[in-house]
């Protein structure tokens, strides 16, 4: 992986970004807009407390796997990724650029859906916000990189659509947004165990409540890294120059 190539294609990245505002919008007002959304309807409640966090985390996520993987495939549809590994660009600076520029705008992202949710939204938060924004920007990351995993094995937008009851949806209903994941059956508990998602709620859940011991936050913060890390390893090598 070379730095310089690494940074050219983030740069490109964001530019073709810059002269989108439907992306834009749709990547840092949208996650925003479901979170208003959301405690609006409970505002005469106490849910939204209960259940904040935890959409911190899911829209986002949503909004990041979506936007990447479909980007990532119009470069290979329009032939735009076999002209450029057809210089010196390796898939890993590729892909690692694509995770540089998105992840960038991650954190535009979980700051301001944050920022709206905590003081706008009211949302009650008893930990430090700093730890809060970072797992919110890492479980954007997240969705960036599954979203560039999930390119690298489809054709077509619609098959990016189709991977989302494949990697998004279970990790929706088994990440304790219905039910808190110590009250699903044995085997659902262990399969949550093992997903990304799970442990980005968690970590929200626990900062918003403002444990004693922030020891299993970072834990969770650590398993979500390994998880991003894995994708953009695992997509350099199935990345494919072009789609047939």
């Known amino acids: 992986m070379n730095a310089r190539r690494l940074f050219a294609t983030t740069g490109r990245v964001l530019t073709q970004i810059r002269h989108d505002p439907r992306t834009i919008a749709l990547l840092l007002l949208v996650p925003t807009l479901l979170i208003g959304l959301v405690a609006w309807i409970f505002s005469d409640t106490t849910v939204f407390d209960t259940i904040g966090p935890a959409m911190i985390a899911l829209f986002p996520f949503i909004v990041m796997f979506l936007v990447t993987s479909i980007a990532t495939l119009r470069e290979r549809r329009t032939g735009t990724l076999e002209r450029l590994l057809a210089m010196p660009l390796g898939r890993g600076d590729f892909l690692a650029g694509y995770t540089l520029a998105f ?142």
């Open 103 to 244: 992840g960038g705008l991650a954190v535009v992202q979980a700051s301001i859906a944050v920022a709206f949710a905590v003081w706008v939204c009211g949302l009650e938060i008893s930990g430090p916000i700093g730890l809060l924004l970072l797992v919110a920007v890492m479980d954007a990351v997240l969705g960036t990189t599954l979203g560039l995993l999930a390119s690298a094995f489809a054709r077509t937008e619609f098959q990016v659509v189709q991977f989302m009851p494949v990697i998004v949806f279970p990790q929706i209903l088994l990440g304790g947004i219905f039910l808190p994941r110590d009250q699903l059956p044995d085997v659902l508990h262990a399969i949550s165990d093992w997903l990304p998602l799970s442990h980005a709620i968690d970590a929200l859940n626990d900062v918003a409540a403002g444990v004693a011991d922030y020891g299993p936050v970072w834990v969770d913060v650590a398993i979500i890294a390994a998880w991003a890390i894995g994708a953009v390893v695992l997509g350099s090598l199935t990345l494919r120059r072009r789609t047939p």
